[in-house]
């Protein structure tokens, strides 16, 4: 099974930047489907962005235009560039891979993200 490990969090201002990385052990990320979730304290898991294995992206409308998921399949790595953070942006950030032709769905641990005012 796929292990992910998330890094890149931390405290920042708001208006600042932070980029998540979600990086892949045991195998393959080619072909599955990633996705960035983020949990507020209190709040459900919310989907924040998802990049297909050919590419395509999608965005939260909270997030699109301040955020960008990209991956490097040579890196076996997801990564999640956040611009312009607001402090409801405040979460636990988790990657997901899914790829349902090889039965794939693994999550990593998360990483925190604090956005102070």
């Known amino acids: 099974q796929v292990q992910l490990v998330e890094s890149g969090g931390g405290l920042v201002q708001a208006g600042g930047s932070l980029r998540l990385s979600c990086a892949a052990s045991?195998?393959?990320?080619?072909?599955?489907?990633i996705n960035w979730y983020r949990q507020a304290s209190g709040k459900q898991r919310e989907l924040v962005a998802t990049i297909t294995g050919d590419g395509n992206t999608n965005y939260a409308d909270s997030v699109k235009g301040r955020f960008t998921i990209s991956r490097s399949n040579a890196r076996n790595t997801v990564y999640l560039q956040m611009n312009s953070l607001k402090p409801e942006d405040t979460a636990v950030y988790y990657c997901?891979?899914?790829?349902?032709?090889?039965?794939?769905?693994?999550w990593g641990q998360g990483t925190q993200v604090t956005v102070s005012s």
């Open positions: 997901n891979a899914i790829r349902s032709a090889v039965s794939l769905n693994s």
């Open positions: 045991g195998g393959t990320l080619i072909f599955s489907t």
